[in-house]
Nanobody, 116 residues
Framework: VQLQASGGGLAQPGDRLTLSCTASGFSVRNYAVAWFRQAPGKERWWLASIARDSLGEYYSNSVRGRFSISRDSAKNMVYLQMNSLKPEDTAVYYC??????????WGQGTQVTVSA
């Protein structure tokens, strides 16, 4: 099982950025996938999860309405669209395989920096 997060980079406040999580060794249709982020000096923080099949999407209060998680089962990928980026969104973003709230496999992380 492997996950690889990509799509990070430098963005300006107010920009939109979409992160990708490419999964292998399991189907994103059959397992939930979550996104986390870790800002410098802070703990890793859960942002969003997309449940298996079509059981729904869930968001942290801190990003609900601004971030959107989605899945492409054919490509075995999960996305995190981030709108109206703020400097406080600067962090390393990770995706993880989610088994009933247990995160057993993690991607390597992708850096997002939001700065004017």
């Amino acid at each position: 099982v492997q996950l690889q997060a990509s799509g990070g980079g430098l963005a300006q406040p107010g920009d939109r950025l979409t992160l990708s999580c490419t999964a292998s060794g399991f189907s994103v249709r059959n397992y939930a996938v979550a996104w986390f982020r870790q800002a410098p000096g802070k703990e890793r923080w859960w942002l969003a999860s997309i449940a298996r099949d079509s059981l729904g999407e869930y968001y942290s209060n801190s990003v609900r309405g601004r971030f959107s998680i989605s899945r492409d089962s054919a490509k075995n990928m999960v996305y995190l669209q981030m709108n109206s980026l703020k400097p406080e969104d600067t962090a390393v973003y990770y995706c993880a395989k989610d088994v009933l709230g247990e995160y057993d496999y993690w991607g390597q992380g992708t850096q997002v920096t939001v700065s004017a």
